[in-house]
């Protein structure tokens, strides 16, 4: 982190945004460093493909929600904030969740079931707190969107685990999520009827969650990076 | 908290940034409903046009099922709603829901049923089994739904309408044995719900 970013967080064109993209997509990625929004986390990664649609639907809510935040910031009082914080991110989850109902039916219909899910997941409410409610509306979004992304990336990656063992397919149905142009992505990479059920019952999200954050801490002592619990608040 | 010093403002203050806030994200949510409403109505019922056509296949019927509809008490007390595919004012076949117990709580299908009570198609509309196990009930997953097109309550006899292992003629799941179990006895229940209310349900208009 330049020293210049940190002492003049308020001057837009000093801020680091490298820093801020790095951080959401590795760093302090929510799910294998913060280790946040391990609720939907669990639940929806039976397929690499719920995984994206869950993460998607949250990197949106994660956006809108942060950059309203920062843009009432100083008018927000410490007292009431989080109230503030959690009416903010209802009614962005409604938002998402009416229009796509509305005009994104076919969507809908694959991702409805993850939206209200959002609320659940305390990791938007943690991103609003540590960083949007201090800084300009601009990085307050990227940090919004790229938390998101990590996110996406993260739940996908453990999808994509859970279904190869269990299932045996990768992708599968990521053409009603994504379109028919996506149908490609739909592979079989075990026979069928060889996978290991238990993979994508829950004790496999854990199991899977469990050794990738291993895996991910082995490549980051080999770049020779100190290994320290992400918080919530270390922006 | 946050570095930020905390100043004292009055708790009336407090309360009215709280409330402008409740009040301006209310006003937005309320328009984005009026906006929506109609539109998720009409998908609602593209969705549920979905599910019928895929029961009562096209050619049966020169009315719309999704509007001429009845309702009918089940033996359990509870009303069915049960949409009427009509030709030439001729009842030709009948579609409701209904519901089989599953390993994970209950299994609700569409049954579409002609007149004279045979299964014109069932589809699975909602169900919480296990993947990779019992939704194999899924005709996206297997075609073992289909097994069930053109049989009646007569034909297998209504002792051989249960799974294999409890000596009916239906073959149950490896490893899954309640969810095809349910679903078995849900069709089973629908044909006796049409044999029992079949003068009302075709009854010439």
């Known amino acids: 982190m330049t020293a210049i970013a940190e002492t003049e967080p308020e001057t837009e064109t000093k801020t680091d945004y490298k820093r801020i993209i790095k951080d959401g997509l590795w760093d302090n990625n929510s799910v294998f460093c913060m280790i946040l929004g391990m609720c939907p986390t669990m639940a929806m990664t039976t397929s690499a493909t719920n995984g994206l649609g869950m993460g998607l639907a949250t990197a949106v809510v994660m956006a809108a929600s942060s950059l309203l935040v920062a843009t009432f910031r100083n008018w927000i009082t410490q007292e009431v904030r989080i109230p503030v914080y959690i009416l903010i991110v209802a009614a962005m989850v409604t938002l998402v969740d009416l229009t796509m109902n509305a005009w994104m039916h076919e969507l809908y219909k694959v991702l409805g079931l993850f939206i209200p899910l959002i609320v659940s997941n305390c990791l938007p409410l943690a991103r609003l707190e540590a960083f949007a409610a201090k800084e300009p509306v601009l990085p307050s979004l990227m940090d919004g969107l790229f938390m998101g992304i990590g996110f996406t990336l993260s739940l996908t990656l453990i999808g994509a685990v859970r279904e190869i063992i269990g299932s045996g397919t990768l992708f599968a149905d990521a053409s009603l999520l994504l379109g028919p142009a996506f149908k490609f992505m739909e592979l079989r990479i075990l026979p069928a009827d060889t996978g290991v059920l238990m993979a994508v019952l829950p004790p496999g999200g854990f199991l899977a969650t469990g050794l990738l954050l291993a895996g991910k801490r082995i490549l980051d002592l080999r770049a020779g990076k100190a290994i320290s619990m992400g918080g919530a608040h270390s922006v | ?205």
């Open chain 2, 1 to 205: 908290m946050s570095g930020q010093p905390s100043k004292h403002h009055s708790p009336f203050k407090h309360a009215g940034i709280l409330g402008g806030f409740c009040l301006g994200f209310g006003i937005v949510l309320a328009v984005t409903d009026i906006l929506t409403a109609d539109a998720i109505l009409q998908r609602g019922d593209d969705d549920k046009r979905t599910s019928l056509d895929q029961v009562i296949p096209a050619g049966l019927h020169d009315n719309n099922p999704l509007a001429d509809t009845i309702a009918v008490t089940g033996h359990d007390g509870k009303p069915v709603t049960v949409f009427r595919a009509t030709r030439d004012r001729k009842v030709t076949a009948v579609a409701y829901e209904i519901e089989g117990n599953g390993y994970a709580g209950e299994v609700r299908l569409m049954l579409g049923v002609d007149a004279e009570g045979r299964v014109l198609g069932v589809r699975p509309l909602a169900h919480k089994e296990t993947p990779g196990l019992g939704d194999k009930i899924e005709p996206s997953k297997t075609d073992w739904i289909s097994r069930f097109t053109g049989l009646s309550l007569g034909n297998p006899p209504v002792e051989k309408w249960k799974v294999k292992k409890d000596g009916g003629q239906f073959d149950q799941f490896s490893g899954a044995t309640i969810t095809p179990r349910g679903v078995v006895g849900a069709i089973r229940g629908g044909l006796e719900f049409f044999a029992a209310n079949k003068a009302r349900l075709v009854e010439v208009r």
